[in-house]
């Protein structure tokens, strides 16, 4: 079993920025995927970024140039880096590994929420 521990959420302001980090422990398997997901109030879960064990990165349209997503693969541990922050972003934001088996581990959820 694979266990997902956030960090990082909070207040900030419009223009502001925030670094969110995810741990993975447990019996994880490689290569996987690790990512980040968010879900605003009444809306669907939706895709932020990803990023493969290799480095390959993948970004929603919507946070291209504001966002970056890194990881350490030693700590198996995934970073989200947002700047430019919008009250658009304001959400839940949800870690989620996907092992080559594809099986899916989700966090408990971080909340983002940004001021205008």
């Known amino acids: 079993q694979v266990q997902l521990e956030e960090s990082g959420g909070g207040l900030v302001q419009a223009g502001g920025s925030l670094r969110l980090s995810c741990a993975a422990t447990?019996?994880?398997?490689?290569?996987?995927?690790m990512g980040w997901y968010r879900q605003a109030p009444g809306k669907q879960r939706e895709l932020v970024a990803t990023?493969?064990?290799?480095?390959?990165?993948n970004y929603a349209d919507s946070v291209k140039g504001r966002f970056t997503i890194s990881r350490d693969n030693p700590k198996s541990t995934v970073y989200l880096q947002m700047n430019s922050l919008k009250p658009e972003d304001t959400a839940v934001y949800y870690c989620?590994?996907?092992?080559?088996?594809?099986?899916?581990?989700w966090g408990k959820g971080t909340l983002v929420t940004v001021s205008s």
């Open positions: 990023i493969a064990r290799s480095g390959s990165t």
């Open positions: 447990g019996r994880i398997f490689s290569p996987n995927t």
């Open positions: 989620n590994l996907r092992d080559y088996l594809g099986m899916d581990y």
